[in-house]
Structure formats: structure tokens, C-alpha cells
């Protein structure tokens, strides 16, 4: 059982190229969620998917996009990076009638250069 | 004004002590409350949720003052494996999407 997982570990990136960050579960959870997390600053909520088939915006939607794929994967793509998007990205899980105990995958440290 | 806020620390408090952190939060229809544990370059973990009339979690004790908008940590008998940033979060009961994150309160456990 290995929870959350998300791809890559780290990743560096030139301004305007693109990338997806996969994640997925094995929980069997509803709910799926992208944060960022900067120094100095909470986790900040970028999409979220609160089952199968359905995403939403967060706090700092944009230059984003998500995939909810199926129900185990959740995906984030900068389609044009900006050094303003180097950050940590966590995604995380929770079942669908307790969103607020959430799961976290390990990160992934984006550098936009 | 942060919608929830933590003192940063850092907290360097040595082994046995006993070391309190807080927190408020800023808007009054919140409705859960957690402490969240992250270690250094990793993900957070829950570490025990927060209800009005307190909890213990063997050397760890939240408390939760709706009036006030105040949540507390206590850690008793700290121990070195304790060193982590401890997270302050807030959200509306059954709500995906309000679940907010204090920036952390970072402790260092000293031999």
C-alpha cells in the first residue's frame, strides 16, 4: 500500500516549457487535491477533484491545468512555466465524506529558470 | 491580514522541555481544525484534529477556543524525533475546497 505517489521527484524547467506532474492513490479516495507550498507561506491550494470526472479551481488556479484521469490519477500541467511557478507541488487524497483529513504524496520541487 | 496565523519560531527548546504553540485563525465559520506535522523536505502528515473541548494524544494536547479563534498545541516531555514544522489548518466541515494552511511553526528538539 503505497498511498500517495507523485512524479517526478524534481524536476527543472526553462521559462515557457511545459510539463505534467502525475499523481496517484491507492486508497481508493474520491477526493483529490493539488497544492503549491513556498517559503514563508501555507500550502496554497491550486485544483482540486472531488470525485472521478469533476475538477475545480483552488486559490491559484492560474497557469495551471489538471486531469482527473481515473479514479486513482490526478494530473497538473504547466503548459508554459514561469519562474513565479518554482515551488513545491503536493498532491494529496481524502475520502469524499472527510475532505479535511487529506493525504500527502512525497512533493515535487520544480525549478522554472 | 493571513487567514490563519502561526509565530514562524523557530522554537529550540531541549529535550524534556515542554513547549507550546498557537494559533488563530481569522474567519469565524470555520468549522475544523487540525494540527498537521511536516518534517524537513517532506510531505505533511495529520497529526491530531481539534475540538472545542480539547484533546489529548498521549504528550500532545490541541486545544480549540471558538471565541477567542485561538487553537493551541502542547507537547510535553519533547523529544528529539519530535524537531518538525507543525501546521496549523482550518477548514469548513465537509468542504473540499476550504482547507487553509497556517505557514507552520518550526521546532528544533536539542539533546
Known amino acids: 500500500n503505497a498511498g500517495v505517489t507523485q512524479t517526478p521527484k524534481f524536476q527543472v524547467l526553462k521559462t515557457g516549457q511545459s510539463m505534467t506532474l502525475q499523481c496517484a492513490q491507492d486508497m481508493n479516495h474520491n477526493s483529490m487535491y493539488w497544492y503549491r507550498q513556498d517559503p514563508g507561506m501555507g500550502l496554497r491550494l491550486i485544483y482540486y477533484s472531488a470525485s472521478e470526472g469533476t475538477t475545480d479551481k483552488g486559490e491559484v488556479p492560474n497557469g495551471y491545468n489538471v486531469s482527473r484521469l481515473n479514479k486513482r490519477e490526478f494530473s497538473l500541467r504547466l503548459e508554459s512555466a514561469a519562474p513565479s511557478q518554482t515551488s513545491v507541488y503536493f498532491c494529496a487524497s481524502s475520502e469524499a465524506l472527510r475532505p479535511d483529513t487529506q493525504y500527502f504524496g512525497p512533493g515535487t520541487r520544480l525549478t522554472v529558470l | 491580514r493571513k487567514e490563519v496565523e502561526q509565530d514562524p519560531g523557530p522554537f529550540n527548546v531541549p529535550e524534556g522541555a515542554t513547549v507550546a504553540f498557537n494559533c488563530t485563525y481569522s474567519?469565524?465559520?470555520?468549522?475544523?481544525f487540525f494540527w498537521y506535522r511536516q518534517d524537513c523536505r517532506k510531505e505533511p502528515k495529520l497529526l491530531m484534529s481539534?475540538?472545542?473541548s480539547g484533546n489529548e494524544d498521549g504528550r500532545f494536547t490541541a486545544q480549540l477556543n471558538r471565541a477567542s479563534q485561538y487553537i493551541s498545541l502542547l507537547i510535553r516531555d519533547s523529544k528529539l524525533s519530535d524537531s518538525a514544522t507543525y501546521l496549523c489548518?482550518?477548514?469548513?466541515?465537509?468542504?473540499?475546497?476550504?482547507?487553509?494552511f497556517g505557514s507552520g511553526t518550526q521546532l528544533t528538539v536539542l539533546p
Open positions: 474567519n469565524s465559520a470555520s468549522q475544523s
Open positions: 489548518v482550518v477548514g469548513y466541515s465537509g468542504s473540499a475546497r476550504q482547507l487553509t
Open positions: 481539534v475540538y472545542s
